[in-house]
Structure formats: structure tokens, C-alpha cells
């Protein structure tokens, strides 16, 4: 009932959906996809979340 008023909700997923099927899941004239990156794949990204966290 609620898709059917609301049409302009994005897709909110934590860190475990960050792979590449789930943000090619959302339709490119539908919701978007809003996924906390997960920096298991992405050493630079881990650093900084690293120092970050130090500061």
C-alpha cells in the first residue's frame, strides 16, 4: 500500500549489502540505492576509516 502513494523512497541498506548486484538492483527510473560502503574490498577506503577513527 505504501509503494503505491509513495513512489520517490530510496532503497537505505547497511554495509552488508555493498556488493554490485545491490546497487544494480534498484531501476534506473525507481528508487536509488543507499549503501553504507563496506571497505572489505577497498584498502583505501579501510585506511582512511582507520585514521579517521584516530582523529
Known amino acids: 500500500m505504501s509503494a503505491r502513494r509513495v513512489s520517490y ?3 537505505l541498506m547497511d554495509a552488508a ?3 554490485t ?4 538492483h534498484a531501476s534506473p527510473s525507481g ?3 543507499i ?3 563496506n571497505p ?3 584498502a ?3 585506511e582512511h576509516l582507520r585514521l579517521e577513527a584516530l582523529a
Open 9 to 11: 523512497c530510496d532503497e
Open 17 to 19: 549489502y555493498d556488493c
Open 21 to 24: 548486484e545491490s546497487h544494480q
Open 31 to 33: 528508487p536509488v540505492a
Open 35 to 37: 549503501i553504507d560502503p
Open 40 to 42: 572489505r574490498r577497498n
Open 44 to 46: 583505501a577506503l579501510r
